[in-house]
């Protein structure tokens, strides 16, 4: 007995053996595959359109989920970096497949449906998180109306809600005041205390680094030796997780592998200053000291780098001994910045040691420190008014609105 379904999407039927049949028509060749289940049949059809890269799926009949699915699989996978690769999967997973608008047809979906989408999530979600759906929607029907699968783009007209709209507001960067980096200085950087409690203190003076340099910790558990060059730190490359797919010598379902940095813009030459110089002396020193010889600026004891979660989990501990409050490893990066901003340092300067993308970038995420700034210059005026006051110096106010209420009456 034969199960028809609609031109273009296959058609199912049951063997003699019992098994499931799924035959349908891939680059006007007439393709057969089998399995246990209707499902099985059409995984065994799914891994042979990516194993061949194959597109055979007919826009007027495919649903959303199912187009995006191949798109991500045929068009993305090992084309971006594989962390880029897992946030659309894991995005699409969660938000899309299964979901109402995963299951309506190509052909017939419209700007309004993915509108009221994005609507509903922002009453779920922060906005950074909306904006990963955005990310897959836009570039992914872009690519259908290039490739004449669908007429219009139903994106050209949606819009993300203004964030103070969002249920989950985004929260104020955390950074670490002048007095406390001063503590941080004096605990980490004092040879005593690594004698004391050699475990603690072994790495303690990385923390320093992070703070003279702003480097993210996926940037620094990638630096090497080789990088440390004269009066420069060379960053051009990241540890990265990314979910292993059976491509990596590891049973972990997720492994921390080198990778480029994040964008372009963060490959970057970083000035070290004399403390930052002082640190790294006393990572080498300590390298000695156990022994171990590694390319690594951060290394375990066998010399390989040492991991991300190590890093921020020494971070705690070091926190919780010096009495200083844990903001985790990204507040260094973000005192690294605020500092430079405070010291009337160009915007501009400070966007490039940070290695982003644009200025933009920069402004937005510092604008509160500005904020702060603009403050602190009104004040300087009403400080000038105010000794001028205490000096028994008129300023005039009083006759001035004297004189404006005559010439008003």
């Not at 010096?322 to 966007?351: M, W, Y």
Request: proline share 2%; aromatic share 10%; hydrophobic share 35%.
């Amino acid at each position: 007995m034969q199960n028809k379904r609609e031109s273009g999407t296959g058609s199912f039927r049951v063997k003699p053996n019992g098994s499931i049949e799924y035959r349908i028509c891939i680059d006007s060749v007439q393709r057969s595959f089998s399995g246990k289940t209707e499902s099985e049949a059409r995984r065994k059809c799914r891994d042979f359109q990516k194993n061949n890269k194959v597109w055979s799926f007919v826009p007027t009949k495919t649903t959303v989920e199912e187009y995006i699915s191949n798109w991500l699989l045929l068009y993305k996978y090992r084309k971006v970096a594989d962390s880029t690769y897992d946030r659309l999967e894991q995005t699409f997973e969660r938000h899309i497949l299964g979901t109402e608008i995963g299951k309506m047809r190509m052909s017939k979906i419209d700007s309004d449906d993915i509108q009221k989408q994005i609507d509903q999530k922002s009453e779920q979600y922060s906005k950074s998180e909306v904006k990963k759906i955005y990310e897959i929607y836009s570039p992914c029907f872009r690519f259908a109306v290039a490739k004449n699968d669908i007429i219009r783009n139903p994106m050209l007209l949606v819009r993300l809600p203004l964030e103070r709209n969002f249920a989950i507001k985004t929260k104020n960067i955390e950074y670490y005041k002048e007095e406390q980096v001063q503590v941080l200085l004096e605990e980490t950087m004092d040879e005593s205390y690594y004698l004391q409690n050699k475990r603690l203190y072994r790495y303690a003076p990385i923390y320093v680094l992070f703070l003279m340099t702003g480097l993210r910790l996926g940037e620094m558990c990638a630096l090497r030796w080789s990088d440390v060059n004269n009066n420069l730190l060379n960053v051009d490359k990241s540890m990265v997780i990314v979910n292993n797919r059976g491509r990596y010598d590891s049973d972990k379902k997720t492994v921390e592998i080198e990778s480029d940095t994040k964008t372009k813009a963060g490959k970057r030459k970083v000035p070290l200053n004399a403390i930052a110089k002082d640190a790294l002396r006393l990572l080498k020193n300590r390298m000695v000291d156990f022994g171990i010889s590694s390319d690594y600026v951060l290394h375990n004891y066998s010399g390989d780098h040492l991991s991300m979660s190590t890093v921020q989990k020494r971070w705690k501990e070091i926190c919780c001994q010096i009495g200083l409050p844990c903001h985790g490893i990204h507040a260094l990066r973000h005192t690294f910045a605020s500092q430079l901003i405070l010291e009337d340092v160009n915007i501009k300067t400070v966007s490039q040691l940070l290695g982003h993308a644009n200025i933009q970038i920069t402004y937005d995420r510092y604008i509160h420190i500005r904020k702060e700034q603009e403050t602190k210059a009104v004040e300087v005026l009403e400080n000038i008014y105010n000794k001028g006051n205490s000096l028994g110096i008129s300023m005039g106010f009083d006759n001035y609105r004297t004189t404006e209420s005559r010439n008003y009456a």
